[in-house]
């Protein structure tokens, strides 16, 4: 018997390697914070990803990578 072997596989958590936060130009505040990410999910169009600014709490969603955020 081999010790510290393992024949049990994972599948790879995918969020692990999620960012949490990052760097928005929030309209309400007009200028920029460190927007946090409150949920994300996989849908069939790709993830969805809610973010929202904790300085005066306006959020936003994106969808793989595409933005409600007007420009």
Do not use: Q
Not at 40 to 68: D, M, Q
Request: charge should be negative; proline fraction near 6%.
């Amino acid at each position: 018997m081999v010790h510290g072997t393992n024949s049990l596989k994972r599948a790879p958590d995918p969020y692990t390697h999620m960012v949490l936060e990052k760097d928005v130009d929030c309209p309400a505040c007009g200028e920029t914070n460190a927007f946090y990410r409150t949920a994300a999910t996989t849908l069939h169009l790709g993830e969805k990803t809610k973010w929202r600014c904790p300085e005066c709490g306006f959020g936003y969603v994106e969808i793989n990578g595409i933005s409600t955020l007007s420009a």
